[in-house]
Nanobody, 115 residues
């Protein structure tokens, strides 16, 4: 059974940056598409970004395109989300997941963007 453990969240001012990490315990990690999704308080899960198994292909939601970068290190079984130019509307719990709906995801890490 896959386990995903996110870290790196915290409080940041608008315009700031954070890098999230997710360690994945899955023997087939290097063959797996990986995703970041988020959930703001009182709202449903929102897909954020996707990365191909070899990292050669990435795609982003319109709300984060140009500000967030997804990457991975297959040797470390870790996927990252570099977030820049953060906005208050980016405040949410961020999860890494093995599918775009976030059906299989970790416990998440809270990102709060506030002055």
């Amino acid at each position: 059974q896959v386990q995903l453990v996110e870290s790196g969240g915290g409080l940041v001012q608008p315009g700031g940056s954070l890098r999230l990490s997710c360690v994945v315990s899955r023997s087939t990690f290097s063959d797996s598409w990986m995703y970041w999704v988020r959930q703001a308080q009182g709202k449903g899960l929102q897909w954020v970004a996707t990365i191909a198994p070899d990292g050669s292909y990435t795609v982003y939601s319109d709300s984060v395109k140009g500000r967030f970068t997804i990457s991975r290190d297959n040797a470390k079984a870790t996927v990252y989300l570099q977030m820049t130019s953060l906005k208050s509307e980016d405040t949410a719990v961020y999860y890494c997941a093995t599918d775009a709906l976030g059906t299989t995801r970790g416990k998440g890490t809270l990102v709060t963007v506030s002055s």
